[in-house]
């Protein structure tokens, strides 16, 4: 057994976690979707690596429908949705595979 530093250890075991805005669920960051509200405007950022104040969903189409249904997003955001940057997250919603059984 080598001898690491003790911080190292603590740094490689630790996985960020972030929870669902729709259904609350904790899950490891890199499993949930980031959105990222860069100059007013709500993107998608699959790398999760944008700067600004971000939001996570699952990518399931039931919990962007959730998130994106009334003023969720925008409250934990702090911003406020326009009606065709709402759209565009409403259809990249659709485009992900409904959640059915819950899967682990
Ligand atoms: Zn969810």
Request: hydrophobic residues 15%; glycine residues 16%; positive net charge.
């Given at each position: 057994m080598k001898n690491y530093p003790k911080q190292q250890i603590l740094r490689q075991r630790h996985i960020p976690q972030r929870s669902c805005i729709a259904c609350r669920e904790t899950k490891a960051k890199r499993e949930l979707i980031r959105l990222v509200c860069s100059a007013g405007v709500v993107e998608i950022d699959?790398?999760?690596?944008?700067?600004g104040r971000g939001a996570y969903l699952c990518p399931a189409c039931e919990c962007w429908e959730t998130g994106l249904k009334g003023n969720r997003l925008e409250y934990v955001l702090r911003t406020k949705l326009t009606l065709e940057n709402r759209q565009v997250l409403i259809e990249y919603g659709k485009s992900l595979p409904k959640r059915g059984k819950k899967q682990i």
């Open positions: 699959p790398e999760g690596k944008k700067a």
